[in-house]
C-alpha cells in the first residue's frame, strides 16, 4: 500500500488522495463479511490494514458478498470536494442478488421491508464513484455466469482481467492514470518501465487496460468527476505558508550546521543537479522546508515527504505539518523509498 500510495503523489495521478480500505468475505458463513476503514492517507492507511480480521474459511460457492461493499459505500459515504473518486474491487467470483432484509438489519441497522436488490446497489455506486472490478480468473466451471454477471453490471470495460495477483497494484494505478487524463496507455507503461517493471507485467497489464483506454479514446467511458473543481482542495504546493518565519529560521540553521561540516557526496550532488536542471526537477523531488532536492525523504503521517533532518529539526517544536498547518495525529515517520528511488533515477538520467 505505501507504493500505491506513493505512486499516486510522485506520478501526480491524483492531488490529496485518500483512501477507505473494505474487507469483504461472505454474510451466510462468515461472522466478519464486511470490514470498512475510515478515509486516510500515509501511514494512517497502513495502521487501518492492520486492525483487518483475514478470516478465511468461504461458504463453498461461487458467490461472495460483493453487494455489502456496494450497498455501505453507495449509501454510507459522505465525500466532501472529492473531485474524481474510485471504488475499485477485487475478486474472483460472483456476487448474491439481493441483501435479506435481516441480513441488512443484522449488518447495516437498517430496518427495510423488502429485500434489497444488488444490481440496483451497483448501479447507485457506478453514480457515485469510478467503478472497476479487478478480476482474477475463477478456478471451476462457472467463470462464464461469473464474468457476465460483472460485465452486465460494470461493463466489460471495467471489469480488469489479470492472473497474477501482484499485478492488481499496477492496474489500479493505471486505471486512474487514465481516468484522470494523467497518461495515455503508451504513458503510464513508460511509467511502470520506469519503476522497474517487468515485460510480462507490462503486458498484462497492458492487455487488462486496452478495453478501457479505447472506451475512453471512443468517449464512450462514462466518468465520474465533479462538475465544480474550483470546489475542490488545493494542490500541495498551492497551500500558504502559515509559519513561514518559522520555517525559514528553520532553514537557516539547517544551512548553518551544514557550513560547519563537510555536506555528503550525495548532498553535493544534489545540489548541482538542482542548479544545472533548475527547470527540469519536479516539484514532488524538493524537500518543502529546505526546498533543496531530496536525500533522505521520509513521509509524516499526512502522507508529505521532507528531508529526514529538516522534518526532524520542525517536529521537534511543533505539533502541526509545515505544509498544511494542520494537526500530525503523531510524529512517525516513514522512509519514502519509492521516492528516493526515483531521485535516483532522475539523477542517473
Known amino acids: 500500500m505505501p507504493m500505491f500510495y506513493g505512486q499516486i503523489l510522485v506520478q501526480k495521478y491524483l492531488v490529496d488522495p485518500a483512501i477507505s480500505i473494505c474487507a469483504i468475505g461472505d454474510a451466510y458463513s462468515d ?28 461458504g463453498g460457492s461461487y458467490f461472495e458478498s460483493y453487494e455489502l461493499g456496494a450497498y455501505f459505500y453507495s449509501m454510507r459515504t459522505v465525500m466532501q470536494n472529492t473531485e474524481i473518486p474510485f471504488f475499485f474491487l477485487t475478486g474472483d467470483e460472483a456476487y448474491y442478488d439481493k441483501i ?31 467503478v472497476f472490478l479487478i478480476k ?9 455466469k461469473i464474468l457476465k454477471q460483472w460485465t452486465d453490471t460494470l461493463g466489460a470495460e471495467r471489469v480488469l482481467m489479470i492472473k497474477n495477483p501482484k499485478a492488481c497494484i ?33 503486458s498484462e497489464v497492458s492487455a487488462a487496460l486496452k478495453l478501457y483506454w479505447e472506451s475512453i479514446l471512443h468517449k464512450t467511458a462514462h466518468l ?9 482542495n488545493p494542490r500541495i504546493e498551492s497551500f500558504p505558508r502559515t509559519n513561514f518565519k518559522e520555517i525559514q529560521t528553520l532553514v537557516d540553521q539547517i544551512a ?26 519536479p516539484n514532488e523531488f524538493l524537500c518543502p522546508i529546505t526546498e533543496e532536492i531530496l ?44 521516492l528516493k528511488n526515483l531521485i535516483k533515477s532522475f539523477q542517473k538520467k
Open 31 to 58: 461472522e466478519c463479511p464486511l470490514q470498512v476503514s475510515n478515509f486516510s492517507q500515509g501511514m494512517d492507511i497502513d495502521n487501518l490494514i492492520a486492525k483487518l480480521y483475514l478470516e478465511g474459511g468461504g
Open 295 to 338: 536525500v533522505d525523504p521520509v513521509m509524516t503521517c499526512d502522507g508529505h515527504t521532507y528531508e529526514r533532518k529538516a522534518i526532524e529539526a520542525w517536529l521537534s517544536n511543533h505539533n502541526n505539518s509545515p505544509v498544511t498547518n494542520l494537526p500530525l495525529t503523531n510524529k512517525n515517520l516513514m522512509p519514502n523509498v519509492v
Open 256 to 281: 548553518k550546521d551544514d557550513s560547519k561540516s563537510d555536506p555528503t557526496k550525495e548532498r553535493k550532488d544534489m545540489s548541482i543537479l538542482k542548479n544545472s536542471y533548475k527547470n527540469d526537477v
Open 224 to 232: 465520474v468527476i465533479s462538475d465544480s473543481l474550483e470546489t475542490v
Open 136 to 144: 482474477k480468473p475463477y478456478e471451476g466451471p462457472n467463470e462464464v
Open 170 to 202: 499496477d492496474v489500479m494505478l493505471g486505471a486512474i492514470a487514465l481516468t484522470t487524463g494523467a497518461r495515455d496507455l503508451e504513458g503510464y507503461i513508460g511509467d511502470m518501465r520506469t519503476r522497474g517493471q517487468t515485460e510480462e507485467r507490462i
Open 100 to 130: 435479506p432484509c435481516d441480513q441488512a438489519k443484522k449488518i447495516f441497522y437498517t430496518d427495510v421491508k423488502t429485500e434489497i436488490k444488488s444490481k440496483d446497489r451497483f448501479d447507485l455506486l457506478r453514480k457515485k464513484y469510478n
